[in-house]
């Protein structure tokens, strides 16, 4: 858990105070930290952080890029009658989910 909370942090401060000194290069969408971002907070530690490390490694001019949205396995429990925020939506893909970032008021 530990980890994963330094991983989440270091991600934001490069995304927002190293990535914008170095411009838009990334060839994929969503962006390489924004996948990180999603992976490290919907997946366990070590499969977000090598398929992190891979899609960091695939972003180059030798691949084509494109759109690219994190594919998570995850259990999900009903929460009957409780008032949730939904800050990802989770498209079913066989036995996993394509997660995607809700747009919302608060995150505009």
Known sequence: MILKK???????????FISPALGSNCRYYPTCSCYAL??????????????????????NQLFRGGIDY????????????????IKYWLIPKNDKFIVIKAENERTR
């Open 6 to 16: 330094f991983a989440i942090k270091f991600v934001k401060f490069y995304k927002y």
């Open 70 to 85: 994190p594919v998570i396995s995850k259990k999900i429990n009903p929460c009957y009658g409780k008032k949730i925020e």
């Open 38 to 59: 999603w992976e490290f907070e919907n997946e366990n530690f070590f499969k977000a952080f090598i398929k992190s490390v891979l899609r960091i490694l695939k972003c």
